[in-house]
């Protein structure tokens, strides 16, 4: 796959895959990266990576919990349904 994601749904579809992968190593250095070029402090770049794997080890753990599956098949959804949105954002020219 190749493309460019921007913004908060740049951060989002690198999350959904490193939530399939289990890489959580990935996400944790895309965010700090993307702290430390907005002149953010280490402190501010843990807040962030605590929020989100927060909120993402919930979202993941309630769908699994309401389809029935297991955590990684819900993760794994997630992580296509963030992937397939961001490339909506794909420029074709």
């Known amino acids: 796959m190749q493309g460019r994601a921007i913004g908060e749904s740049g951060n989002d ?5 490193a939530l399939e992968t289990g890489r ?8 700090c990266a993307a702290v430390e070029y ?4 280490q ?4 807040q962030m990576i ?3 794997i927060r909120v993402n080890t919930q979202l993941v753990l309630e769908e699994a919990a309401k389809r ?4 990684r098949e819900a993760a ?8 397939q949105k961001a490339m909506t954002y794909r420029r074709t020219s």
């Open 50 to 52: 605590e929020e989100k």
């Open 13 to 17: 579809s690198f999350l959904a895959g």
């Open 24 to 31: 959580s190593e990935d996400l944790t250095g895309v965010i």
């Open 76 to 83: 794994v959804a997630l992580a296509e349904q963030r992937v």
């Open 38 to 41: 907005h002149g953010g402090t």
């Open 68 to 71: 029935r599956v297991l955590p």
């Open 43 to 46: 402190t501010t770049a843990f």
